[in-house]
């Protein structure tokens, strides 16, 4: 069973800076393209940004391209997802998750998911 648990989440001021990490078990995770979704409140999930499985091809969405950054380390089972400039329209659960496809913006390509890290931006 493949496992993904989310850290990093908190609370930080309008302009501050966050690093997320997913670990992810398992021995296949240089397999997966990797992503990461959030969900604010009373909204629905909504993409963030995707790596593939080599770290060669990444995707963003426009609200996050230039202050967010999504790298994995493959000896480490672990994605991240570096955020700067943050704002508070950024304040969401935040999801990874992984698939055995491309990567892609489409949360229903994906395979596995973890239970999410809470952002929460003040301003």
């Known amino acids: 069973q493949v496992q993904l648990v989310e850290s990093g989440g908190g609370l930080v001021q309008a302009g501050g800076s966050l690093r997320l990490s997913c670990v992810v078990s398992?021995?296949?995770?240089?397999?997966?393209?990797m992503g990461w979704f959030r969900q604010g409140p009373g909204q629905e999930r909504e993409f963030v940004a995707a790596?593939?499985?080599?770290?060669?091809?990444?995707l963003y969405a426009d609200s996050v391209k230039g202050r967010f950054t999504i790298s994995r380390d493959n000896a480490k089972n672990t994605v991240y997802l570096q955020m700067y400039s943050l704002k508070p329209v950024d304040t969401a659960v935040y999801y990874c998750?992984?698939?055995?496809?491309?990567?892609?913006?489409?949360?229903?390509?994906?395979?596995?998911w973890g239970q999410g890290t809470q952002v929460t931006v003040s301003s």
């Open positions: 398992g021995r296949t995770f240089d397999s997966y393209a």
């Open positions: 790596i593939s499985w080599s770290g060669g091809s990444t």
């Open positions: 998750a992984a698939s055995w496809r491309a990567p892609s913006y489409y949360g229903t390509t994906y395979d596995y």
